[in-house]
């Protein structure tokens, strides 16, 4: 958070860090690194990142010796990272990256079928002092589990935030419509509409599928991060909301 008083919150998918398939696929998370520091974002909200994955690590000589959460946090930032998906070589889930103190995290288990392992990461910081929710969500890629994960995610809100207290909801919501921000906007969660910033896919983006969504706190601006670089880097790009607390 700036002198003004700005908090800067950002979402992406980041591909597990590589781009392609087969042998000719390329390593992503050394440059992903450079792009989470030009974000300067006080919050940085990320899926599917990598804890572990055995055969990626054998394929590139420069694969992180650390979890890539922890890789991807600049100095200074905490790194908080909960597993949503268990494969043959590895894992992969939420993180979130935070440049203020994180006082306690959780993670609940949102898979809809056996076909996609999905969930959230719900982690509580100190901004000056003062406690900000933050709930990091990958929503399912078929629309009906779309709807019951957004069903499950309200109760859940319901039942684990302060209703007193400001609440960001961040994430890739696989969503090409409105059904799913007209249910969280019943539980006060809206976003900046002035304008639609689309994030994927990177090379020419055409729909918005990352969202970031806020109660409590005031959305002043939100962009996208545009050039080749940033289109290499994932599928998605990255979206950066600033607020007022």
Known sequence: MDKNGVFRVATWNIHKGVRGVGPTRRLEILDIGHGVEQLDA???CLQEVRKLHRREELHFTRWPAMPQADFLAPEGYEAVYRTNAYTKHGEHGNALLSRWPVLTHQHEDMSDHRFEQRGLLHVEIAVNGH????????????????????????????????????LVVAGDFNDWGDTLRRALRHDGLLE???????????????????????????AVSAQVPRGRAWARMSDHLPLLTEFRL
């Open 131 to 166: 406690p900000v929710h933050v709930i990091v969500v990958h929503l399912g890629l078929i629309p009906g589990s779309r709807v019951r994960q957004t069903e499950q995610l309200r109760r859940y809100i319901a039942r684990e935030v302060n209703p007193g207290l400001p």
């Open 192 to 218: 900046l509409e002035s304008a639609r910033h689309p994030t994927f896919p990177s090379r020419l983006p055409l729909v918005q599928l990352d969202h970031i969504y806020a109660r409590g706190l005031t």
């Open 42 to 44: 006080d919050v940085i």
